[in-house]
Structures are given as structure tokens and as C-alpha cells.
């Protein structure tokens, strides 16, 4: 079997159009802003694509991922809510999920990656179950897979948001006695780092 | 006092490069990522400047942000470290700090506001410390402040990042009883979300 070049998937499906541009234009923003075509933000910008045509056109709508990897970067590309801005939340629950919910209702639609689904397209599966290293199931095959599967590997359905969304508050600030920054008193007397959480050590 | 319009602002400072790009360049990368000019996240575009200067051109450069507004995205639009690429991390302490360090000698620079620094520049101290209500400090006056003080709000020092850095293994997946869906087995029998920590309840 020969492989297909990403340039091949492309001219395979001209008038796909996902997030609002051509699968070129959507590979490409992936590549400038995640720094490499991973098919974990492939398999996100098409989740994003599903729950921006359910959640409507013109609504302001909110965002939560289930997963530090890879889909915060797919709702930063393709929608306007950021990691920074407040209006995308990152969990850490390493759940291949997200949802887009209107800012005012807090109605919206989480999409998932559905195993049950993903088992018909066994390359999806066997990469996302790390059953396959990464040199016997080359990026352009699974890419591939991705494209073809669209949204047939995805379960969808509408929720209401109950925690999470809106503006967190700031709360009381206070300075921290040991290195005279400032942190949130809710953290107790000292700030986190000087608490022992810190990453970091001094050098000269 | 006149205020003075963001163009006016650029209009001084022709010479002035942050981040290799010029301050007009600057300021529109910001609100084309983030949404709007938020002060936050021209603070941390200039940090990022003053630590990506300190650790020099040429190195690979990880990211640790220590709060969750602005400052990943000043991260994100000025390096190539992203939430979803794994190369920021991003710490929720509210504090204004971030570190860039070479991912392979794991030495770097941590910057952050000074508060003590910051009180020679009182619109800033004032804005961060919540102490003006916005309507009575525009965006522009702000705006204006933190550009003419760029660094010297900031303390710089040089690090060794002891934790956080490199890839997180993904370890075992379970595929949950409860929901289906895939989870790491380190969370228990159940996924974070059926445990009772989920944020959504479904609607018809």
C-alpha cells in the first residue's frame, strides 16, 4: 500500500469545509499554532467543528476540555476562547472530550471520542489506546483514518453546564511575608510556592 | 490630561522591538489571540521578552506560567509553547510570574511583577492589586504606563527548574464502567466525571 501524502488527502476532498475553512487551511493554522500536525488536534478541530454547528451560529459560546493534551490547543485555534482569556477551562482528567456551551443559557453539546465508535477505525484506536508504536503507524495514515472517520468516531450529546463557567473571581489578595509577592489569601499564609509546591530552585 | 490613542503609543516608540516584532505588531497579535488589549497580557508579552532575552537565541525553551489569566496566552502568542503541545504548563496560583527555561539543561529565567517595583508605577500596582475601579483608569492610561515602564516593574532571576518539566507519561488507560469512555487507571474505578467532580448533566 502506498501512503498517502497530506497534499493527496487534501485534493481527495475539495469541498470539505471544517471550522469554517478548507481541510489545507485547517491543517495548516494546526501546524502554525500547535507547531506539528498532531492528530490529537485533527481529531479536536473536528470535535470543535461538530459542537460549533450543534451549539449554532452567533452564539457566544464557552468551552471545556477534559484533557490537557492536545484538544485546549484544537478550541484555541478554531474558536475565540483561550487558556488566558477565561472562556476555555482546562481539566486534567485525561478525557478526550470538550464542550462548547452558549455563555448565557449554559446549554451546550460535549463531544467525545467514542471508543465503541473508534473501533471500527482501528488505526484511531489502536493510537489513541497506545496498542501500536508510533513507527509501525505512520502520521499520514492515521491522518488519513482521522479525515475519512470524521465525525463517525465521536459521540455528541446536548448538555446544561452546572460548574466551571462564568468569571472566577479574583478574592482577597494578600502579600506573601516570605517573597513579598502576590497571591490569593484563600492559599492560607503563604503563597503556593513558599508553601513547598515550588518547581523551581535559585542559581547564581 | 489628553489621553493618548493606542496609535499614539506606537507612534513613540518606532525603535522599540518586544518579541521581535515591532509594539503595533505586538499589540495586534495580542487582541487578534486573546480577543481584545487586556493590560495582563502586554505585562506578560513583556516578560516573556525580558526571559526569552535572558535565555538567549537558539535554545529550546519550555514555558511555567503561575496563574491562569493572561499570562498563558502572552506565552502562547510569543513562543512556541502552547497548553496543548505540552510545553507550558500552567499553574493556577494567581500569581504573576512565569519561567522560560532550556528544556534540556532545565536552567532558566523566572520573571515576575514586583510589586515593590510596580509602586513606583501606581496605575499599574493600583490595576493589579484591584485597588481603581476600571471606569476610572482607561485602558489607554494603563496601556500607556506599562509601556513606558516595560522592565522595570519586573525582577528577573535565574533558575533551575526542579519539577514539572518534561513529557507526562500517559500511564494506563482504563476504559470506565460507568461511562465508557477511556480514563488513566491512576484516577480510580471510575473516571474523575462519574466519581462526581463532572461539570455538565445531560438535557434532552
Redesign the interface.
Known amino acids: 500500500m502506498s501512503t498517502k501524502t497530506i497534499k493527496d488527502m487534501v485534493d481527495q476532498v475539495p469541498d470539505l469545509v471544517i471550522c469554517g475553512r478548507s481541510l489545507a487551511d485547517f491543517l495548516a493554522d494546526i501546524e502554525a499554532?500547535?507547531?506539528?500536525l498532531?492528530p490529537?488536534?485533527v481529531l479536536?478541530g473536528l470535535m470543535v467543528d461538530q459542537a460549533q454547528e450543534k451549539v449554532g451560529p452567533g452564539v457566544e459560546a464557552d468551552a471545556?476540555v477534559?484533557t490537557?493534551?492536545?484538544?485546549?490547543?484544537?478550541v484555541?485555534i478554531f474558536t475565540?476562547c483561550?487558556?488566558?482569556?477565561?472562556?476555555l477551562?482546562?481539566?486534567d482528567?485525561?478525557?478526550?472530550?470538550l464542550?462548547l456551551y452558549d455563555k448565557g443559557t449554559l446549554?451546550?453539546y460535549?463531544v467525545?471520542?467514542?471508543?465503541?465508535k473508534a473501533r471500527r477505525a482501528p488505526h484511531i484506536y489502536n493510537w489513541?489506546?497506545?496498542l501500536v508504536p508510533k513507527k509501525d503507524l505512520p502520521l499520514e495514515v492515521l491522518l488519513d483514518t482521522i479525515i475519512k472517520a470524521r465525525r463517525s468516531v465521536f459521540s455528541c450529546?446536548?448538555?446544561?453546564?452546572?460548574?466551571?463557567y462564568g468569571k472566577r473571581e479574583?478574592g482577597e489578595?494578600k502579600?506573601c511575608p516570605s517573597c513579598?509577592?502576590?497571591?490569593?489569601a484563600l492559599?492560607g499564609d503563604q503563597?503556593?510556592?513558599c508553601q513547598g509546591?515550588?518547581?523551581?530552585?535559585?542559581?547564581?
Chains 1, 2 share one sequence.
Open positions: 499554532f500547535h507547531g506539528f498532531a490529537g488536534v479536536g471545556v477534559e490537557c493534551r492536545c484538544l485546549p490547543d484544537a484555541q475565540p483561550t487558556a488566558g482569556n477565561g472562556w477551562k482546562i481539566l482528567w485525561q478525557k478526550f472530550a464542550t446549554l451546550g460535549r467525545w471520542l467514542d471508543l465503541e489513541y489506546m497506545g450529546v446536548p448538555v446544561r453546564v452546572t460548574r466551571l479574583k489578595i502579600v513579598g509577592e502576590a497571591y490569593p492559599q503563597c503556593a510556592a509546591q515550588g518547581y523551581y530552585e535559585p542559581r547564581e
